[in-house]
C-alpha cells in the first residue's frame, strides 16, 4: 500500500466515512495505475509515488465523469511524474528483505 484512507481523506480534507468506500476505491485504482504504467511496484516510503496515487485519486474524486483518466488539466503533471517513476526507480525486489 502507498497511501492510507486516513492520509488520502486528509490530503482531500475529508471529513466523516460517507465517501470512504470510494476514496478507498480510488486510492486502490490509483496504485494499480501507476503499477500498470511503470512496471514497478512502490511503497510508501516513496514521496513521489505517494504524491502520484494523491494528485489521481483528488482528480477522479473531484471530477468523477472522468475516473480511470486523469483530466486534461492534471495530464501533463501526470505524465512527467509516470516518466520519472518509470526511470528514475529501481523496481522493488519482492524476494529481498531489508
Wanted: proline letters at 3%; hydrophobic letters at 40%.
Amino acid at each position: 500500500m502507498i497511501i492510507t484512507l486516513e492520509e488520502t481523506k486528509g490530503y482531500l480534507r475529508v471529513d466523516g466515512t460517507e465517501d470512504d468506500v470510494l476514496i478507498t476505491s480510488l486510492i486502490d485504482a490509483a496504485e494499480t495505475y501507476l503499477q500498470n504504467a511503470t512496471g514497478n511496484q512502490f511503497d510508501s516510503t516513496n514521496s513521489l509515488a505517494k504524491l502520484f496515487c494523491w494528485v489521481l485519486v483528488t482528480d477522479w474524486f473531484e471530477n468523477r465523469e472522468h475516473v480511470g483518466r486523469a483530466s486534461d488539466k492534471v495530464r501533463p503533471i501526470v505524465d512527467s511524474m509516470l516518466a520519472q517513476l518509470s526511470h528514475c526507480y529501481q523496481p522493488l525486489d519482492p524476494e529481498v528483505v531489508v
